[in-house]
């Protein structure tokens, strides 16, 4: 239904940070929440955070009080901010569509390319 283009990701030292962006094509943005997955080499795809079509919020543990997530529903983006980066935090980040915020596993569309986060020791 929507396109997503994911972008942001870069090459970071530890304790640094990020500011990914996922754009999205077509008129009916506002009404969907959206989250943000990684997937680590070796590891399955988790969510890290989601954001409702009103705006509440809901983070994996491991993002909670480092990263942030937020809407511009006029400029149709997502947005993961991501401060304190650790090694851990290495992965490509997805963005994708969800039925709900917090049901991780209910998604619309399909995975797109994703941006790579690398955060250096």
């Known amino acids: 239904q929507v396109q997503l283009v994911e972008s942001g990701g870069g090459l970071v030292q530890a304790g640094g940070s990020l500011r990914l962006s996922c754009a999205a094509s077509g008129r009916t943005f506002s009404s969907n929440p959206f989250g943000w997955y990684r997937q680590a080499p070796g590891k399955q795809r988790e969510l890290v955070a989601s954001i409702s079509s009103g705006g509440t919020t809901n983070y994996a543990s491991s993002a909670k009080g480092r990263f942030t997530i937020s809407r511009d529903n006029a400029k149709n983006t997502v947005y993961l901010q991501m401060n304190s980066l650790k090694s851990e935090d290495t992965a490509v980040y997805y963005c994708?569509?969800?039925?709900?915020?917090?049901?991780?596993?209910?998604?619309?569309?399909?995975w797109g390319q994703g941006t790579q986060v690398i955060v250096s020791s």
């Open positions: 994708r569509q969800m039925v709900s915020y917090i049901s991780p596993n209910l998604l619309v569309g399909s």
